[in-house]
């Protein structure tokens, strides 16, 4: 696989960076595949390199001491992840990285990446937008888990990922690769209760369901269950 600087421009935190800069971060990193289910990093490991995905998907997820795992976010082409390491020298992964199909990435010393930020601010500023971003995204995850229903909790997370993920099949339906357990960690629920709603909804022709897939029939309709909204 090529990677050309052209190609990461793509990656937001990149928007602001000159040519030289993309050409000397595709001088200085690497390409690294890994196999479906295999992982980039785990959590706890030491947060030597950052990634940007240029091929696949990958999950973030966090294991708690009794071993309960919890979704905390699904990484799409030419987004960056695990970089934390940039901003502190001492830092350790705070969650695993898994792809979820055959999955490359460009891996970028994160000492280097420190190095370019001290005479380059417009990278730390573009790092600091998409670690904003992060930290909003996980206190409105947060309010949700703590004061909202369940399949409120699902449609939104299934939504999210429609946003970043969901592709357009023959009969014009969008269609996610997701799977119970997926669904089910991101929206801090069991299996059991994703399968239940999840059968409601295709019961009802909202949602079609497959071994790992979900397609939206009625997207409308899931909007109307995640915000709460009158059917009229």
Partial sequence: MTILPADLRKVSVFQHATDDDLKLLLERSILRSIEEG???FFQGDPAKYLYVLVAGRAKLMQSSTAGQQVNLRTISEWQMFGALGAVRADAIYPATAQALEASTALAIESAFWREMMQTRPHLSFDLMQLMTG???????????LATEKVERRIARSILRLTAQLGLKNADGNIELALTRQDLAEMSGTTIFTASRVLAEWERNGLVETGRERVVLCKPHSLVQIAEELDES
């Fill in 38 to 40: 295999g992982f980039f």
């Fill in 134 to 144: 992060y930290i909003q995204e996980m206190q409105e995850r947060y309010r949700e």
